[in-house]
C-alpha cells in the first residue's frame, strides 16, 4: 500500500504565494519522478512541474520563472513554491508520484486526492 497526501492548498489573492507539500507514505521500495498537476472543471488534468528521481526539472511554460519545485528524498516528500500567482492559476492541484512498492515488482503511479488553490483577482 502506498499513500500520496497533500497539503498547504487555500485561498490567497493574486501576486500572493502559497507551498504545496506532498509526503509519500507506506511499502516504498523507492521512487522515481515526483510531480505536481491540476485541473480546472471541464479540462484536462495539466503537468504544472516534475522532479525525476536524479533531480532533473521540467516546468509548464505559464508557470516558468514563478513556481518551483523541489524534494526531499529523505522525507518522501515533494514541495511546489507558487509565487506571484495569478487568477489562472486557480485549480485542484494534485501530486503524482513514481513508486515501486514493496508489494510489486514494477514502478506504478499513484495519485493524491488533490487540494484546492483559488486565486482571487
Known amino acids: 500500500q502506498v499513500q500520496v497526501v497533500e497539503s498547504g492548498g487555500g485561498l490567497v489573492q493574486a501576486g500572493g504565494s502559497l507551498r504545496l507539500s506532498c509526503v509519500v507514505s507506506?511499502?516504498?521500495?523507492?521512487?522515481?519522478?515526483m510531480g505536481w498537476y491540476r485541473q480546472v472543471p471541464g479540462k484536462q488534468r495539466e503537468l504544472v512541474a516534475s522532479?525525476?528521481?536524479?533531480?532533473?526539472?521540467n516546468y509548464a511554460d505559464s508557470v516558468k520563472g514563478r513556481f518551483t519545485i523541489s524534494r526531499d528524498n529523505a522525507k518522501n516528500t515533494v514541495y511546489l513554491q507558487m509565487n506571484s500567482l495569478k487568477f489562472e492559476d486557480t485549480a485542484v492541484y494534485y501530486c503524482?508520484?513514481?513508486?515501486?512498492?514493496?508489494?510489486?515488482?514494477?514502478?506504478?503511479?499513484?495519485w493524491g486526492q488533490g487540494t484546492q488553490v483559488t486565486v482571487s483577482s
Open positions: 503524482n508520484a513514481n513508486v515501486r512498492a514493496r508489494t510489486l515488482g514494477y514502478p506504478a503511479d499513484y
Open positions: 522532479v525525476t528521481g536524479v533531480g532533473s526539472i
Open positions: 507506506g511499502s516504498i521500495f523507492s521512487i522515481n519522478a
